[in-house]
């Protein structure tokens, strides 16, 4: 039901016009709609900031790993750089993919234990062909059929796809190290991930996207981990100490041990010169070759190419031996 104005609010209202304050034609004035973010009840984030930070930070190490072995096995200048770490579901990254697309399936083991439910890596369709053809000593070149959706490997593909997948996903651990052993090994190969569900899809996932860019084509990297490989380490973190208690202690004197029986050559440097290849030719035995400094002048001692003392020539236990003399304070 309409509000009615009382006389006193009619006269009022026609004031405010007369005066000029309240302009009829004007359109009311409407209070900006505030708006609020959904909030999915069905699925809430299962990873804080912090965890979801420490992620990025352990695939950004893993992106600097594999990018100098890409270097040394393509023969090319590879630059691999994560684009996002996101909390997603599994169907988000089930949809991206096609019939055409291959997924690598690599086992998870957590302080050697190995986990029920396996981690996914996926390489562009693109990208993979490119280093395959710089693998069998192409320049990288890829062909227009390949960017397809429906394109199919061959046989031969797929062994040099596992090739390349097994070395990246071997070395993946190392970038866990400062926080929990962490080991992952390829599992096999999934030709058509479309068709086999390896986890729900309503599941939590975190998904690493990285970019790749070679020589010749630009493509992505994912890799899906998903949430509960994720809760088993964070548990297993949060039981052994938060604050990595491991890393914080001193083990110089565990590594000096290790150290003390290492063999290490010295080498007594009694002096040098240059000859010509002239000369070397024309030696002979009872030849005496001048170094340039007398029977009595110091030598070196050189340790790893460097000198670190200086001593004088004699004779120990009828065993030629250097006595030392002076310790460098910086190997020179």
Not at 208 to 232: F, H, Q, W, Y
Request: hydrophobic share 35%.
């Amino acid at each position: 039901m309409a509000e009615k104005l009382s006389q006193s609010q009619i006269d009022a209202l026609l004031n405010a016009v007369r005066s000029g304050e309240k302009d009829l034609n004007s359109p009311a004035e409407q209070t900006p709609e505030q708006k609020y973010k959904k909030y999915d009840f069905n699925s809430p984030r299962k990873f804080t900031k912090d965890r979801i930070k420490m992620l990025s930070g352990i695939y950004e190490n893993y992106s600097r790993i594999i990018n100098s072995r890409l270097n040394g096995r393509l023969r090319t200048n590879c630059e691999i750089s994560v684009e996002s770490v996101e909390e997603q579901h599994y169907y988000e990254f089930a949809n991206a993919l096609t019939e055409g697309d291959v997924l690598a399936i690599m086992d998870v083991y957590v302080k050697d234990k190995l986990h029920e439910i396996p981690a996914m890596v996926y390489i562009g369709t693109t990208t993979a062909l490119s280093m395959m053809d710089r693998l069998m000593g192409g320049e990288g070149t890829v062909d227009s059929y390949s960017h397809k959706s429906d394109y199919n490997y061959t046989d031969l593909e797929l062994k040099l796809y596992e090739d390349i997948v097994e070395d990246l996903i071997s070395v993946m651990g190392s970038s866990w190290e400062n926080y929990m052993p962490v080991r992952f090994t390829y599992s096999h190969t999934d030709v058509n991930p479309t068709m086999s569900q390896i986890v729900g899809l309503d599941e939590t996932v975190v998904i690493i996207d990285m970019k790749l860019k070679l020589a010749n084509v630009e493509g992505r990297m994912s890799i899906c981990l998903p949430g509960e490989i994720l809760m088993t380490i964070f548990t297993e973190m949060n039981r052994n100490n938060p604050t990595r208690r491991a890393a914080a202690e001193n083990k110089a004197d565990e590594i000096f041990d290790q150290l003390r029986d290492s063999s290490l050559e010295v080498v007594a440097q009694l002096g040098g010169t240059t000859l010509t290849l002239s000369d070397v030719y024309h030696l002979n035995v009872g030849d005496v070759i001048d170094i340039g400094k007398s029977k009595d002048a110091p030598i070196h001692l050189e340790i790893g190419g460097y000198r670190w003392f200086s001593g004088r020539i004699g004779v120990h236990k009828k065993n030629l031996a250097v006595k030392i003399d002076a310790i460098y304070d910086q190997a020179e």
